[in-house]
């Protein structure tokens, strides 16, 4: 992959997911080191001036009055780092430290947060050589920042601590000689810049965003296939009907699902005057409505991650003009909002999938659809107990749709009085998303196996096409089978994208 430049500007979330997922690496123009090297000249003069300043010549947090004498500052820098590497539990995922050593190395290159250029520098060979810090799941508040995560990554700079390098958990100062890299010794201020920041929750996010705008798209599919199994009708999904309700998102899902269904015999067998049916069940024709209002509030997070994603979060802050001032940007309410925000749809996505899946299991609600989708009912289950994890999948998703960032505590004896908790609401977003794809798995794996069953009549070609990608890893109707290895796999073409590969240019 191309290098991702870091000039001091904004990233988007496509440059954090080629860095965090696709192992890009990153550089540093010439017009970022200059600033930082300008900004550290002037933190310099403040830190051999009389009168102290926070961050420069103090201490920190609720020791932020004390004025800490010229040598003994970087045994301040030192013990900062070692005391707030303080995380606990398992370690958290590749990508994530990826993600966070990212997103802090394009703060400081912003200039405004007085670290030297060999700092700067030494973070990104760090990562370029692909030496992962052990960052542990537990430790961050979301306020100052995510101060453990990221002082577990400041700890590795300085040659102390555990790291991942090609796979092996060895010491940092092992992996930095082996990649040709001298540890950091701390200066005034660089402890603080290297861990005051949001940079974990905010990568999780753009991660979040990422899977979440491929997981909506399975959405759709797989609705669409569950209403041409269920022989549901396409006129409520009409461009008319969804203009009387103008939300985005309810019209991109409503023209998809439309496309889906475009020239699918199934559909088009039950559509004359003969048909009965007056409505469909709420699963089936509110799907727009639902994955419509998950899409616009991932367009909602996409906003503040923009935002934050061109955001310089350090306290304090050296500012163009030279002054040095103490903020609150640490804070981490507005990212830690949007990752609790969408965990509620994810919640109910994942609900309504489920209620779909079950009426294609229901022999009084499927239309003709043998029960559990048996091929010998009573002596085969079907897929009875794939619907069962499912709900219980679903039942967590709800769990975890809970918000986080409503249950502050305070820290720092005081001084830290209200928190984001944005750190957790990332976690638990993470194992959501993890959910979503289970349910939808369990979705396509009965769809598919529903739509088989209604032969001779055969599904449109965009759903065909996600039946015969399946079928390629998946055989169709038979005798029960071990199953998790067939929701396993249904996940994976979901995970790797194959899914919707297979289906792009099949529907109009």
């Known amino acids: 992959m191309e290098p991702v430049a870091l000039d001091g500007g904004p990233l988007t979330t496509e440059d954090v997911v080629a860095v965090a997922r696709g192992g890009a690496t990153v550089t540093l123009t010439?017009?970022?080191?200059?600033?930082?090297?300008?900004?550290?000249?002037h933190i310099e003069k403040l830190a051999d001036a009389t009168e102290p300043t926070y961050?420069?010549?103090?201490?920190?947090?609720?020791?932020?009055?004390?004025?800490?004498?010229?040598?003994?500052?970087?045994?301040l820098q030192r013990s900062l780092?070692?005391?707030?590497?303080?995380?606990?539990?398992?370690?958290?995922?590749?990508?994530?430290?990826?993600?966070?050593?990212?997103?802090?190395?394009?703060?400081?290159?912003?200039?405004?947060?007085?670290?030297?250029?060999?700092?700067?520098?030494?973070?990104?060979?760090?990562?370029?050589?692909?030496?992962?810090?052990?960052?542990?799941?537990?430790?961050?508040?979301?306020?100052?920042?995510?101060?453990?995560?990221?002082?577990?990554?400041?700890?590795?700079?300085?040659?102390?601590?555990?790291?991942?390098h090609d796979g092996e958990l060895v010491p940092a100062a092992t992996a930095l000689a082996a990649a040709g890299i001298e540890p950091v010794e701390l200066v005034e201020k660089e402890g603080l810049a290297l861990i005051n920041g949001t940079d974990g929750m905010l990568g999780q996010l753009a991660l979040a965003i990422t899977d979440l705008r491929a997981l909506l798209e399975v959405a759709d599919l797989t609705a669409a296939m569950s209403v041409e199994a269920l022989l549901g009708t396409d006129r409520v999904f009409a461009a008319d009907l969804q203009a009387l309700r103008p939300h985005?998102?309810?019209?991109?899902?409503?023209?998809?699902?439309?496309?889906?269904?475009?020239?699918?015999?199934?559909?088009?067998?039950?559509?004359?005057?003969?048909?009965t049916r007056v409505q469909d069940a709420y699963s089936l024709r509110c799907a727009p409505q639902v994955h419509g209002a998950a899409r616009d509030t991932v367009a909602h997070a996409e906003t503040v991650a923009a935002r934050e994603l061109s955001a310089a979060v350090d306290?304090?802050?050296?500012?163009?003009?030279?002054?040095?001032?103490?903020?609150?940007?640490?804070?981490?309410?507005?990212?830690?909002?949007?990752?609790d925000f969408l965990a509620i749809p994810v919640a109910d996505v994942a609900s309504m999938a489920e209620r779909r899946t079950d009426r294609m299991l229901d022999v009084a609600r499927s239309h003709g659809l043998p029960p559990f989708l048996a091929h010998d009912p009573g002596v085969d289950s079907g897929h009875m107990i794939a619907q069962y994890t499912q709900a219980a999948v679903v039942a967590e998703l709800?769990?975890?749709?809970?918000?986080?960032?409503?249950?502050?505590?305070?820290?720092?004896?005081?001084?830290?009085?209200?928190?984001?908790?944005?750190w957790s609401a990332a976690r638990k977003l993470r194992k959501a998303v993890d959910g979503l794809t289970t349910v939808l798995?369990?979705?396509?794996?009965?769809?598919?196996?529903?739509?088989?069953?209604?032969?001779?009549?055969?599904?449109?070609?965009?759903?065909?096409?996600?039946?015969?990608?399946?079928?390629?890893?998946?055989?169709?109707?038979?005798?029960d089978r071990h199953l998790a290895p067939e929701i396993a796999a249904a996940e994976d073409l979901i995970r790797s994208g194959a899914l919707l590969a297979a289906v792009e240019g099949r529907s109009v």
């Open 441 to 479: 798995a369990v979705e396509y794996l009965t769809a598919a196996r529903a739509l088989d069953f209604r032969a001779p009549l055969t599904p449109g070609p965009a759903t065909a096409a996600a039946v015969a990608v399946l079928r390629e890893r998946v055989p169709g109707p038979g005798p």
């Open 398 to 422: 709800k769990r975890l749709a809970v918000p986080a960032s409503v249950d502050s505590i305070p820290s720092s004896a005081m001084q830290e009085d209200h928190v984001s908790l944005g």
């Open 315 to 339: 306290n304090p802050v050296v500012l163009p003009d030279g002054r040095v001032e103490s903020n609150g940007n640490f804070h981490g309410a507005p990212i830690a909002y949007v990752l």
């Open 248 to 275: 985005p998102g309810q019209a991109a899902s409503a023209a998809r699902i439309t496309a889906l269904l475009t020239d699918s015999p199934i559909v088009a067998s039950h559509r004359g005057p003969d048909c």
């Open 55 to 75: 961050g420069v010549s103090t201490g920190f947090g609720a020791l932020a009055v004390r004025h800490i004498p010229v040598e003994r500052r970087a045994a």
């Open 81 to 164: 780092i070692r005391s707030h590497a303080a995380g606990a539990g398992a370690e958290v995922e590749p990508e994530v430290v990826r993600a966070l050593m990212l997103l802090r190395l394009r703060t400081l290159a912003t200039g405004r947060t007085g670290v030297r250029q060999s700092t700067v520098e030494t973070l990104a060979a760090v990562l370029n050589a692909g030496i992962l810090p052990v960052v542990h799941e537990h430790g961050s508040l979301g306020c100052s920042g995510d101060l453990a995560p990221l002082s577990a990554v400041a700890l590795a700079l300085m040659g102390e601590g555990q790291v991942r």
């Open 30 to 41: 010439p017009r970022a080191l200059d600033g930082v090297a300008a900004t550290r000249a």
